[in-house]
C-alpha cells in the first residue's frame, strides 16, 4: 500500500531550525514530483517547496525562499525539508504531497511549532 510518512516536526525557538523528513513506499517514488505544503490554523493551505523528479527543479513559496530547501534521495525513496532561520509564522502541521497527473498522495502531517 501506498505511504507517506512525515517526521522530524516538534517545538523549536525562533532563529532555530527543523528537517522535515518524508519516507514514502508502495509506489515508483522517482517519478513523481514531491512538495511540501504546510497549513495554519485557520488558513488554507499553502504549497512551501515543490521539487522536480530528479532534484534540479525546486519551487518555493515568497515566504520562505532563502530559509527552507527542499531535496530528495530517489535510492532513499525520500523528501526532505529542511527549515531555517524559524519563524512564529511558520506554525503550522506540514504535509508531504506526491503528485503524477492525476494522481496524488499525502501523509499525515507533522506539527512544526516555533515558539518562545
Known amino acids: 500500500q501506498v505511504q507517506l510518512v512525515e517526521s522530524g516536526g516538534g517545538l523549536v525557538q525562533p532563529g532555530g531550525s527543523l528537517r522535515l523528513s518524508c519516507a514514502a513506499s508502495g509506489f515508483t517514488f522517482s517519478t513523481y514530483v514531491m512538495s511540501w505544503y504546510r497549513q495554519a490554523p485557520g488558513k488554507e493551505r499553502e504549497l512551501v517547496a515543490r521539487?522536480?523528479?530528479?532534484?534540479?527543479?525546486?519551487l518555493y513559496a515568497a515566504s520562505v525562499k532563502g530559509r527552507f530547501t527542499i531535496s530528495r534521495d530517489n535510492a532513499k525513496n525520500t523528501a526532505y525539508l529542511q527549515m531555517n532561520s524559524l519563524k512564529p509564522e511558520d506554525t503550522a502541521v506540514y504535509y508531504c504531497?506526491?503528485?503524477?497527473?492525476?494522481?496524488?498522495?499525502w501523509g499525515q502531517g507533522t506539527q512544526v511549532t516555533v515558539s518562545s
Open positions: 504531497n506526491a503528485e503524477i497527473a492525476n494522481t496524488e498522495y
Open positions: 521539487i522536480s523528479t530528479t532534484g534540479l527543479n525546486t
